[in-house]
């Protein structure tokens, strides 16, 4: 293990994986996480390319991100965030259609 970069074991890459799946093909998703700095945040975020913005109207700084966080673009700041995926609560899919919301991953059920 190299700095503070976390190596995943094969669940937990399966489970970055599945994540990211979620995020993608949801419309949008409300993720529950704890900061590192022990903060807890909800963030409203996608990776669903139709609901991400025009890539010349991004703000994008890029950065290098370990194998065990995820970046997303989060819709009330307007910004792509990151979060690691040990330090997930919660994640619920949003239909924008429907206005229907489903726990897809929570952390004490371990259900993806």
């Known amino acids: ?3 503070s970069e976390i190596e995943l074991n094969l669940d937990q890459a399966l ?3 599945q994540m990211i799946d979620i995020l993608t093909l949801a419309d949008l998703c409300v993720v529950d996480f704890n900061k ?4 807890n ?6 990776l669903n390319p139709t609901h991400l913005p025009v890539a010349e109207n991004i703000d994008h700084k890029p950065r290098n991100y370990s194998n065990s966080a995820i970046r ?3 819709i009330n700041k307007g910004e792509w965030r990151a979060f690691r995926i ?5 994640i619920i ?20």
């Open 1 to 3: 293990m190299m700095g």
């Open 41 to 46: 945040r909800v963030m409203k975020c996608t």
């Open 72 to 74: 997303v673009f989060d």
């Open 36 to 39: 590192t700095n022990g903060e």
């Open 93 to 112: 899919a949003v239909d924008v259609k429907s206005k229907t919301e489903t726990e897809v991953y929570s952390k004490e059920k371990k259900d993806v």
């Open 86 to 90: 040990d330090l997930v609560n919660k």
């Open 15 to 17: 489970l970055r994986r």
